[in-house]
């Protein structure tokens, strides 16, 4: 049996060291119009958070990625950093294992590629200059450190457009300044939306979900059955419109959610999720990145 065991653990650990190498030599990927509504109910549940401090997370259920296209994706592929992660694992495997000279060619294969990183080899210069005293070095990385984080995050506009399983979800958010109190951390935010049918089948919009986050990355989630008190039924080619509002104590934040949709002919009864991507709200209606702390608009 020990030996059946350490077989197993040995192939996982060579598989592992080519995905590694390979990532790091190649960058391969490592991992594998009808009448305009107003959504007074979603506002309603939005306007309570305006004195309320209490924040909800939420996931979804995974999708086909096959079957899901947006504007507002932005990582594809792993980032440098992930890589390395990725690396780092199969490196300590080996270590493990005791398979020392495969160790070494994944530790010189993880410092070649994070050569390749900015973000990564400015970081080490910082600890660098931390450790041996350079003060003044280290100022001036960590003022690189933080622009290069800041440009490494996802930047959301204030639309976007997603179409899953055929059904594609348009938005676009405008700030409404005549309904807002910035003095009292009151900002009101309206968005439009369009879900039009693209496929063949006729589909029964049956609740929708929102993930709403402010500028400083607290999350909250709003959900509930149809849109504007309707649960719209779109034939192949139909569109339904509406109109929602989001007011926030930040001036910035984002916005993602899903629809349950159901193919009205299907005798199983099966729903699928329609997405509708994550979008800006924006002040100016400038591009909105957020952090775990803060948002900025660029």
């Known amino acids: 049996m020990t030996s059946v065991v350490t077989n197993v653990s040995t192939q996982r650990v060579s598989r592992n060291i080519r995905y590694a190498v390979r990532g790091a030599t190649r960058l391969t990927p490592l991992f594998p119009a009808s009448n305009s509504r107003f959504d007074k109910g979603v506002f309603s549940q939005l306007h309570r958070r305006k004195k309320s401090s209490s924040v909800c997370s939420s996931s979804y259920s995974n999708d086909d990625i096959r079957h899901h296209t947006t ?8 980032t440098i950093a992930q890589q390395v992660e990725t690396m780092r694992i199969a490196m300590n495997d080996c270590v493990v294992q005791q398979i020392y000279s495969e160790a070494a060619k994944i530790r010189d294969a993880i410092i070649k590629l994070e050569e390749t990183d900015p973000l990564i080899s ?4 910082l600890k660098l200059a931390v450790i041996t005293e350079n003060f003044e070095d280290a100022a001036r990385l960590r003022e690189d450190v933080k622009k290069l984080t800041l440009e490494s995050l996802p930047k959301f506009t204030c639309s976007s457009d997603t179409l899953t399983h055929g059904v594609r979800v348009s938005i ?3 700030y409404v300044a005549e309904r807002s109190d910035p003095s ?33 990355g607290k999350t909250e989630l709003v959900s509930g059955p149809g849109v504007v008190g309707q649960q719209p039924i779109l034939h192949p080619g139909g569109s339904f419109e509406y109109t929602s509002a989001c007011p926030l104590m930040t001036p910035n934040g984002t916005m993602e959610g899903s629809y349950e949709m159901r193919v009205v002919d299907d005798p199983m009864q099966h729903t699928f999720s329609a997405k509708a991507g994550r979008f800006g709200l924006d002040i100016h209606n400038r591009e909105v990145v957020i952090t775990n702390e803060f948002a900025t608009e660029l």
């Open 172 to 174: 676009q958010s405008m």
């Open 122 to 125: 400015a970081t080490k210069q």
């Open 71 to 78: 504007k507002t994706t932005i990582e594809q592929e792993p």
């Open 184 to 216: 009292q951390d009151y900002h009101f935010f309206a968005y439009r939306i369009t879900i039009t049918n693209e496929s063949p089948r006729t589909v029964h919009l049956l609740n929708r979900q929102w993930v709403i986050q402010d500028g400083t």
